[in-house]
């Protein structure tokens, strides 16, 4: 299920799509969008992330009998879930990666969940360069699996603390602040200086 609370120790406090916002889109739609979904919509402002693709909430619309809202970052495929399940508390996710909608094995909270992490090492603040000499997992460190059929990752190639992430093939360590990134940089045996991306575009040495 996705956890907003644990979506906010990656991100902080946000605010996304408002109520008549939401309720306005699904007056076009005729249909009213799942809560895992609404909660990430109203609650978060993420919808490009790393290899997923949240469709702003303009861009939702429905095909045949799934409502499309993600897909892949270069849109080879897309994923939805069938109308039939919407008022589920947390349906399965369908993905027409094999040219048609079947499921892809994984429920909604946990795809949202799953993107929340990815995303986290794409956005600042963003450590780059990160070369660590510690046995990963770190203690305190569990490695993230993808939760799709649809979308495999190298193993070991991502790892969480709850409050960051670290990606093991481009060296990006990326959390909440500057902050979270040094003690997670800390707790990684991060080895080397490495620079940290601000949203302003500049960098600092975090060593």
Known sequence: MFSLPSH??????????????????????????????RTFLRQTQLRDANEIHLKPLEALRIEGDVLVFAQEQQG??????????????????????????????????????????????V????????????ELP???????????????LEPGSFFTNGRAVFCTLDGSLGAVDVAAVRVAADQLGVTEQFAIALDSGDFIDSR
């Open 76 to 121: 080879c495929w897309q994923w939805g879930l069938d109308l039939g399940t919407l008022m589920e508390p947390d349906p399965i996710v369908l993905s027409d990666f094999e040219s048609r909608w079947q499921s892809d094995e994984c429920r909604l909270g946990a795809f949202l969940q799953f993107a929340s992490q990815l995303a986290r090492v």
């Open 138 to 152: 770190a203690p305190g460190w569990t490695e993230i699996m993808s939760p799709l059929k649809s979308l495999s």
């Open 8 to 37: 906010q120790q990656l991100w902080g406090i946000e605010l996304g799509d408002t109520e008549a916002s939401l309720h306005a889109a699904e007056l076009v739609l005729g249909v009213r969008l799942p809560e895992p979904l």
């Open 123 to 134: 956005f600042p603040p963003v450590g780059r360069s990160v070369i660590t000499e510690r």
